[in-house]
């Protein structure tokens, strides 16, 4: 479509938008005045159909579609004038979706596949995954899948372990018993099916930074900014002599924090950080000691 302006500076004083390439130029000399306009024709898009019917773009690829965005969609029971169909029409454009739903998913490990991944995002709701986060997991569970590394394992036990090695890789702090407890999965299923992807695939997760750890268990705690840089410095000062190594990152973060509390003067429950953080008050209780004999707090 092509709209016409007025313009002074030329003697013809006539003006052509050219919507699809996005320029403006003069119908008299051909002189381009503008380029790279922005095509906003206010276009609803209100469900499905319309999305892929009038879509300038597609829609959106991703691992965490099991046919990676690239689907057909039969549209509704309108033919290209808008008319709609005759009665013996919908009834084979209804047949024909049908079966275009069931050719979609034939094989068992299409269905696995779907169902895996309705199961990963039940699982990034409730934990809060970004989506760079789902596309690693996603892409990984693939990897496994063409290996044949489902055979004889749960499909929720090997996605919810590439989730937790996919949040390892990018530094998402969320525990293996935050995954297990969401994804109603045993924590001893899981460790398996960890260990199968990392000997598997020769992976080498980086360890969690301790530090984003108390960040999230502060805020879950609603503890003040105040406190939680003091358990910052703690948590660096027990780092730096190594008192760290080998350590449940979760234990380190909640006994720093509860220290620091503790030294400032806002005497939180040790029950209170061991609901929070899913460690026992024992262990606490014994991080906290620890880390006060070694920096002589």
Known sequence: MLQKYEFHNCNQSKLI????SGEIFCANCGTVVEEKLDNHDGTSLHSVEDFMSKSQTGSRQSLSIYDKGMSSIIGNDKDSTGKS?????????????????????????????????????????KLGISDNTVEATCSLFRRAQKHQLIRGRSSNDLMAAALYVSCRETMTPRSLEEISEMGNITKKHMQKSIRVLIE???????????????????????????????????????????????????????????????????????????????????????????????LNL
């Open 17 to 20: 938008t050219d919507v699809f």
């Open 85 to 125: 169909l005759s009665s013996f029409n919908k009834s084979r454009f209804n047949r024909l979706r049908i079966l275009d739903s069931r050719s979609k998913i034939k094989q068992s490990s299409e269905r696995t596949l779907s169902t895996s991944l309705i199961f990963l995002n039940g699982l990034k709701e």
């Open 200 to 294: 598997e695939f020769n992976l080498k997760p980086p360890q969690y930074d301790i530090s984003s750890f108390l960040t999230k268990l502060s805020n879950d705690l609603g503890i003040s900014e105040k406190i939680k840089r003091y358990a910052l410095k703690i948590l660096s000062d027990v780092e730096k002599r190594g008192s760290t190594v080998g350590k449940n990152p979760i234990g380190q973060a909640a006994s720093s924090l509860y220290l620091a509390s503790m030294l400032m003067g806002n005497n939180i429950p040790q029950s209170k950080f061991s609901e929070i953080s899913g460690i026992s008050t024992v262990t606490v209780r014994k991080g906290k000691n620890t880390i006060q004999k070694t």
